[in-house]
């Protein structure tokens, strides 16, 4: 498992602390979504590739047949 980094800023709040809670906020959020897209193309490309290089394969010329394509030999 991934270790989670914490984004508080070090030091005295001062007279910007909202200003740095809002900006904390968005970088929250576009972290939070970033991990989201990256797990979700990771699924996509793992089920995927395989599916990709049949339907390739298929469209190529000579048109092979399936087990063509899936025979080792």
Do not use: D, R
């Amino acid at each position: 498992m991934a270790a989670k980094t914490s984004l508080k800023g070090k030091g005295k709040a001062g007279k910007g602390s909202k200003g740095s809670e809002e900006g904390s906020s968005a970088a929250k959020c576009v972290k939070e979504w970033s991990t989201w897209a990256m797990k979700k193309a990771k699924v996509i490309t793992h089920y995927g590739f395989i599916p990709l290089i049949i339907v390739i394969g298929m469209n190529s010329e000579p048109k092979p047949q399936l087990y063509q394509l899936l025979s080792p030999v």
